[in-house]
């Protein structure tokens, strides 16, 4: 019944609108920001409280009213006095930087940026560094900031075709969460009603999955996701039932959501491929109404944008099922060093030098100031060694440690990832370049790498340097396949670099922050070239011509399948396809100022 009254909607609507975008009814007082106007606005229809009621009763009580993750901490709360509740206080502090923790909360973000408007101030933060700071909560008043004031608890296809109906009736922007594991906020949008897929937890292991009506593609060893799966869950599972799943490197990354849609990058995809190469079937509400099963056989355009036309835009993903591997062991090099600044032109170049050699012996991994941490599914632990010769003997000839370990996957995760994730409760923004192959391959441009990530570690910190970890060296793919940026089957590193700042920071002191990420990544773009290409999920918020660094010669036929899924644009976000541009998401800061 939801189905044919939202398709009935979306006729008159399109009438109406002659194929136009909704704009979303929200008001956001500016006057923290004098670069743009005062005031933007969108009136609320007038019976907007009388469908929030309706909404609630279609889908069984499911409507949540939000508040901000940290206001058991407050005694203020926009603007009216409230209690402060102790005890639950104690538990956010203590666990302010925990991802299970965050995981649960709707509200949350695993970078809390994304929990407030930055551009008018409006938040509700801790002190990232001493959360029990009592300068960040005393006599200070905590607002919602860019957190959705209603969201549903999502648990069947019925709940997200409601949204739908609701957000076309009353002209309501939508916005989308799983885990909020985003560095872009895409999870978050102030003035919209959100969809939390955190409960869609079930997992399925198949001995032998054939995808929905392709009865002649044969069967795979697959697990099935719910939308609400981290990973952390599913590699439990799978070590559970013998198997190797392929994936990202957070605990908190779900599993169906952004990351997988984005590309989906992890440090066994030098082998084994991107997580859009993997992906066998997934089960989507698209904006038209539909609960569709997007696969090689059914609906083959959407499946083709939602691996890789990024999360949040064409539908609501409620499951997915992955292609997995045979528990196999790992070689692990684990090799630590603290380098000086004199010494770190020597273990760069040794970085840049044998990073060809190692793609082709099937290495990823990543290097940072704590060390670099590399894995292998292909080589002998004798072959392991002896291809790390040179880094070994760096690390050994200025003080480090060198380790090397055969492991399963699961005891591999449980035993570094907790160190070696990115991490959460902090305010911190990060751009990013897939680097070419061919880069390496010459003298010149091996000397222009290693002078990029010298001046990298001048301006900003030491480099997070990805060699390997997500650029799909041995599984290259059909060309046209997946919907990600072709630059993905060319790149040898993806190279990240990242920048803090403070919870009671200005907004000038936050563009500056934001502006010297953005700074940087351009610097990488001189020396990848300017259509070397990025990975969606982790690049600069501000990216110049994000449409050709995200997807390149994709982008139009993208374009395409939005439209036709969704004729009135009810999903969008930051920079995604359909974003409905800047002036739609007033809570980003401009840095043209």
């Not at 004031?149 to 739908?164: K, L, M, R, S, T």
Request: aromatic share 10%.
């Amino acid at each position: 019944m939801r189905r044919a009254a939202l398709k009935s909607l979306l006729v008159a609507l399109v009438a109406r609108t002659a194929g136009g975008l909704l704009q979303p009814p929200v008001c956001f007082d500016l006057d923290q920001d004098v670069s743009v106007d005062q005031q933007v606005c969108w009136e609320l229809p007038a019976n907007y409280t009388y469908e929030l009621g309706s909404l609630n009763a279609t889908i069984d009580g499911r409507l949540r009213t939000s508040s901000p993750f940290s206001l058991p901490c407050f005694s203020n709360y926009n603007g009216i006095s409230v209690d402060r509740d102790e005890q639950l206080c104690s538990q956010i502090q203590t666990n302010y930087r925990n991802h299970a923790f965050r995981v649960d909360s709707f509200s949350s973000s695993m970078n809390p940026q994304y929990e407030t408007c930055i551009a008018t101030g409006s938040q509700c933060l801790l002190d990232w560094r001493n959360p029990r700071n009592p300068e960040a909560n005393n006599g200070i008043s905590c607002e919602l900031g860019g957190v959705a004031e209603f969201y549903i608890d999502v648990h069947n296809p019925g709940d997200v075709q409601a949204a739908y109906l609701f957000a076309a009736k009353t002209n309501t922007p939508l916005s989308i969460k799983n885990t909020g594991h985003d560095f872009m906020g895409r999870s978050h949008r102030r003035g919209s009603l959100g969809l939390w897929t955190h409960n869609l937890d079930a997992m399925t292991y198949h001995p032998a999955f054939t995808p929905e009506s392709c009865d002649d593609s044969g069967s795979f060893r697959a697990i099935t996701v719910g939308a609400g799966v981290t990973f952390d869950q599913v590699y439990k599972f799978a070590h559970d039932n013998d198997v190797l799943f392929i994936g990202g490197y957070s605990q908190s990354v779900g599993v169906s959501g952004g990351w997988l849609m984005g590309g989906g990058h992890g440090v066994l995809s030098p082998v084994f491929g991107l997580g859009v190469d993997r992906v066998l079937q997934i089960k989507i509400v698209t904006p038209d109404g539909e609960y569709r099963t997007a696969n090689a056989c059914q609906n083959p355009d959407l499946f083709w944008a939602l691996r890789g036309g990024g999360g949040g835009t064409f539908g609501v993903v409620l499951e997915s099922t992955h292609l997995v591997e045979p528990n196999i062991p790992i070689q692990i090099a684990n090799i630590s060093y603290n380098p000086a600044p004199a010494q770190q032109r020597e273990f760069f170049e040794i970085l840049v030098n044998d990073s060809v050699r190692w793609a082709g012996l099937g290495w990823g991994g990543h290097a940072n100031r704590r060390g670099l941490v590399y894995m292998n599914p292909l080589l002998s632990p004798t072959e392991a060694q002896e291809s790390m010769g040179n880094m070994t003997a760096f690390a050994r000839s200025h003080g480090g440690s060198v380790n090397f370990n055969t492991l399963p996957w699961y005891d591999f995760f449980e035993r570094y990832i907790t160190e070696e994730q990115a991490p959460v409760g902090t305010l911190v923004t990060l751009g990013s370049r897939l680097i070419p192959k061919a880069n390496f391959q010459t003298e010149a441009g091996r000397a222009q790498l290693v002078e990029l990530l010298i001046k990298q570690s001048a301006a900003l910190g030491f480099p997070n340097i990805i060699p390997l970890a997500g650029t799909p060296m041995s599984r290259l793919g059909v060309p046209g396949e997946t919907s990600v940026t072709p630059k993905w089957r060319s790149a040898l590193w993806h190279l990240v670099t990242t920048a803090w700042w403070n919870y009671n920071s200005t907004l000038e002191e936050i563009r500056g922050t934001y502006g010297r990420v953005h700074d940087m990544v351009q610097e990488m773009r001189k020396v990848a070239g300017p259509d070397s290409g990025v990975y969606m999920n982790e690049g600069d918020v501000y990216e110049t011509n994000h449409e050709e660094a995200y997807w390149g010669e994709n982008y139009a036929r993208l374009v395409q399948v939005k439209r036709k899924y969704d004729p009135l644009g009810l999903l969008a976000c930051w920079n995604c396809i359909g974003s409905q541009g800047a002036a739609a998401f007033p809570c980003y800061p401009r840095l043209d100022v």
